[in-house]
DNA sequence: ACCTGAACACCGTTCAAGT
DNA sequence: ACCTGAACACCGTTCAAGT
């Protein structure tokens, strides 16, 4: 007969991947928020205390759960020019993160580089030093790519939707248009035109992203022409 | 004679606007983390409830704590070109940031914008308009400017220091070279020459910084010149 | 009507007592 | 030696009891 706590769970013996993994289940169906010690424990049927035999603390359990997710990034492609190779490799990184929405800010917090985020940001350098960029171009630019070589832009725009009632957004629109209007110009003028959302909100992130993307390659490539050199 | 709970503290009536500004020196002097309702309201010689009938939750007490930051920034200048007036305003927000090392992660986790923040946002939507850039191009050059309009970059790669142990440092030193030889072959190739930092933590960050805004700005300019239109 | 102490429902982590 | 219940030192927020 089984155990009130086996109900559900598969009794496999703990181990640090199977922690790993369902603190990453756990963050992709209930939110990061909802990510605690106790919470884990409870859904691998096991004692809060149970889980410090695999990870010393929260903030490494962190660390192992960015490491999975990392790890579900495409192999580098085998590309004829580092462009499209560069490209296809943050666009890979970008289809798991957007599958893994709470990595984002799990990354940006994290201190130390795992084995696997070290894994993909050498892949990308070696793709700009075999695309004819110098160590110290290739050194600048990454710092340029920055977190976009997970996939993901900082959204600074909010994305609060607009009221229900309609004379409360009215009053809202006007607000806007009167205080702030050159922003209220724009709002609408993105790829996607959602004329009832009056800040950003309705804008097509995947074409933003390789907007800003594609400039910022553009930029890198015309500086690899050019033979950049540092203090020129 | 004085109750305890006033020592130190000067008994003004408590306001939203003291709230907020203790709210701000305490993230400053002991970091985001050691700021919570209950040690806020010990600073201002309060009981912790207190607080509620100034912001309805710790949510809007950091909403709070960001417009106050972001109100810092210098006003926008009359420049002769959008350029340097972009750039003048990003660098000046960047020094407020620097100040205030805990607004940056706080700015990336807000849902919605507060009119300090709309009021920098719009003075850059006017400076690139004024600059001859199309309502869709300003559009997607703000998004492409992202959260560095804030004057700050994801650093994406790791800051902890060297083991001080040289036997340590050297192994550790071996194993990157030998996994990750790319990292390893630009780590030094940055401004500033640390050989004591494997993979990156010696950067110059203002330069990096410059460096990619420079980057973003051309890209920009080119744009403008081109008549850059949608889907063309 | 206003203010606030105590309580509620949580945290991450330590530690000593049990097997 | 290993495992774990209870405890510690916190959280944000609710609520009812006090003035």
Not at 2 to 27: C, F, I, W, Y
Not at 66 to 78: A, C, H, K, T
Not at 172 to 198: L, N
Not at 209 to 230: A, M, N, V, Y
Request: proline share 6%; aromatic share 6%.
């Amino acid at each position: 007969m089984m155990e009130a706590s086996q109900v559900g769970t598969t009794r496999r013996p703990l181990s640090r991947d199977r922690v790993l993994r369902a603190g990453v289940a756990l963050a992709d169906e209930e939110g990061i928020e909802a990510l605690s010690m106790r919470r884990l424990a409870q859904r691998l049927g096991v004692v809060p205390m149970a889980l410090y035999k695999h990870v010393a603390n929260k903030e490494e359990l962190l660390d192992g759960m960015v490491d999975v997710v990392v790890s579900e990034i495409d192999p580098p492609l085998e590309a004829a020019d580092w462009r499209a190779a560069v490209r296809e490799r943050v666009l890979s990184a970008r289809r798991v993160l957007l599958r893994h929405p709470w990595a984002r800010p799990v990354i940006e917090t994290r201190t130390g580089a795992s084995p696997a985020v070290l894994d993909h940001m050498d892949s990308l350098v070696a793709m700009f030093r075999a695309g004819g960029f110098s160590a110290e171009l290739t050194h600048h630019v990454m710092h340029a790519l920055g977190s976009r070589m997970w996939g993901f832009t900082q959204e600074v725009f909010p994305s609060a939707p607009p009221p229900e009632d309609p004379a409360l957004r009215e009053a809202m629109f006007r607000q806007v248009t009167s205080r702030w209007p050159h922003i209220a110009e724009i709002a609408g003028a993105g790829a996607a035109h959602r004329a009832d959302y009056v800040v950003g909100g309705g804008c097509d992130d995947q074409f933003e992203f390789e907007f800003t993307l594609d400039l910022l390659l553009d930029g890198f490539e015309r500086l690899r022409q050019q033979d950049w050199r540092p203090r020129a």
